[in-house]
């Protein structure tokens, strides 16, 4: 069935995998990239699929109610797959009203949107909320985050994620809108703005600069390769059952520090340097205020529900990614200097 979907943070990170999965292959879809363009958004990411007929690009902020409700009303999408947001916990410390902005007014202003256009007309109308792991707050040494674990979260970026999450679950309990959320765990892959872990690692390793490990380095993360998540907002989006949550995770938990000198192995290999190089720029810093301990999801009800699991291992996963970094240093060159908004411009203006 033909289906008009618009993808919001579709220049992210992830957002950009999700548009390439959907553009590709479902040909009969058309496929609108909403975006404001922020520091995170990036069209270079996309300039592979940007041609196609089923491809649109919209600039425009969540936020902006007037420009959200024309967009909705120009394309009258039959689902949303919401991904923009702010999304770096250290920024939340530094700018938490930002994140109160675009992840809570900019999730509400999409539903209203939504709201207002399906008008209680919901037949084959979707709307999918991609949230985080984050919202269930920090676990102890063992066990994970279920569907059902309450929410708890302590950085200010994860406390507008979860408000986000309540705001669908509210236009969904109030006003019928059809949704599903997935709460994702840390994804990695090619694309990843270098200021998360794993892209500054790589960008510093490559710079020699200090590679800094917050406090003690024994946070644990549970590491998923970007595709296998737009592969499981692709199930969830057609399949999930309505008004539910899908917990997505990689099975896969790695302390900072066990996963640092882990990537420092693998570019001293890739660069040719002696083993030990790399490491020896590790430095620990300060930590990070709040800090989560650990982060693991149990995904077996999408697992078993829906039959998704990732389709990498790690190992391949950090493979393509250093590959990635490597073979594509113009752009890791343009998104740290800023110079990335110029191929917007060369493009549209
Ligand atoms: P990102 O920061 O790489 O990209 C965010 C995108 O949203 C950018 O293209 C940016 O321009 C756009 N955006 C920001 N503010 C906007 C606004 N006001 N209006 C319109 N567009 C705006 O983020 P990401 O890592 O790709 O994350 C995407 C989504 O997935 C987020 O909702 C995030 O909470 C969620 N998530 C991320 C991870 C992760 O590990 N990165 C894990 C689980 C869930
Ligand atoms: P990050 O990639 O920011 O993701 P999140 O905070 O959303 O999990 O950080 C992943 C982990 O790595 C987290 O425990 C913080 C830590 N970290 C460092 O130790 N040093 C760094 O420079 C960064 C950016 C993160």
């Given at each position: 069935m033909k289906k008009t979907i618009i993808i919001t943070g579709g220049a992210g990170f992830i957002g950009s995998h999700v548009v390439r999965e959907f553009s590709i292959k479902y040909t009969d879809y058309q496929i609108i990239n909403l975006d404001a363009l922020t520091y995170a958004g990036n069209l270079e990411n996309l300039k592979d699929i940007e041609n196609k007929p089923n491809y649109h690009f919209e600039k425009a902020d969540i936020t902006d109610e007037n420009k959200i409700n024309e967009i909705f009303q120009k394309y009258q999408p039959d689902g949303v797959i919401h991904l923009a947001a702010e999304s770096h916990v250290d920024r939340s410390i530094s700018s938490p009203l930002d994140f109160v902005k675009t992840n809570v007014l900019g999730t509400a202003n999409l539903l209203n949107a939504a709201k207002s256009l399906w008008n209680g007309n919901f037949e084959g109308k979707r709307f999918h909320h991609v949230s985080t792991d984050e919202v269930f707050g920090s676990l102890g040494a063992t066990g994970f985050f279920t569907e059902e674990t309450k929410y708890d979260p302590h950085s200010p970026y994860s406390a507008s994620k979860a408000a986000s999450d309540h705001f669908v679950r509210a236009y969904g309990?109030?006003?019928g809108l059809p949704f599903v959320i997935t709460n994702c765990s840390n994804n990695y892959g090619p694309n990843h703005f270098p200021e998360k872990l794993i892209p500054l690692m790589i960008y510093n390793i490559l710079n020699h600069n200090a590679l800094p490990v917050y406090g003690d380095g024994n946070y644990t993360r549970d590491w998923l390769f970007v595709i296998d998540h737009a592969k499981a907002i692709d199930l969830v989006f057609h399949e999930g059952e309505n008004g539910k949550n899908y917990n997505v995770g990689g099975f896969n938990e790695w302390k900072n520090i066990d996963l640092v000198k882990l990537l420092c192995r693998l570019m001293d290999k890739k660069l040719g340097g002696s083993e030990?190089?790399?490491?020896?720029?590790?430095?620990?810093?300060?930590?990070?205020?709040?800090?989560?301990?650990?982060y693991a999801i149990d995904a077996t009800k999408i697992n078993k529900e829906l039959g998704w699991k990732p389709s990498v291992t790690f190992e391949e996963g950090l493979a393509k990614t250093i590959d990635w970094y490597l073979e594509n240093q113009e752009w890791l060159k343009n998104v740290t200097s800023g110079e990335y908004q110029k191929y917007y411009e060369k493009q549209y203006n």
């Open positions: 309990d109030t006003f030990g190089d790399s490491e020896k720029l590790i430095t620990f810093v300060k930590d990070r205020p709040g800090h989560d301990l650990r």
